[in-house]
């Protein structure tokens, strides 16, 4: 059973950084990839960031990148998001995200979710 808990949702202003944390409850954590995505209001869950099972490769959106940085320490059973110059449009709630073994930006790839967190970037 894999469970996952974000954290580090706040309310900001454009220009702020950020970082989000996801805990995860999982056998073997070293063996799936780990995604955040995102669910904009009003619209519907779009790719992020995902990072492979070891860390060494990882994968962004063009909207987030050179902004946002996607990372792991499989010691701590933890993935991060690094936000940096956070925009208006970066409003939404962060999903935290897993999948064995492979990376992959699509979001129906990924088989257990987070609850999410709210990040609200004001202009």
């Known amino acids: 059973q894999v469970q996952l808990v974000e954290s580090g949702g706040r309310l900001v202003q454009a220009g702020d950084s950020l970082r989000l944390s996801c805990a995860a409850s999982i056998d073997h954590f070293n063996l799936y990839a780990m995604g955040w995505l995102r669910q904009p209001p009003g619209k519907e869950r779009e790719f992020v960031a995902v990072?492979?099972?070891?860390?060494?490769?990882?994968s962004y959106s063009d909207s987030v990148k050179g902004r946002f940085t996607i990372s792991r320490d499989n010691a701590k059973n933890t993935v991060y998001l690094q936000m940096n110059s956070l925009k208006p449009e970066d409003t939404a709630i962060y999903y935290c995200a897993a999948r064995p073994l492979s990376l992959s930006t699509t979001p129906a790839s990924f088989t257990s979710w987070g609850q999410g967190t709210q990040v609200t970037v004001s202009s």
């Open positions: 990072i492979s099972r070891s860390g060494d490769s990882t």
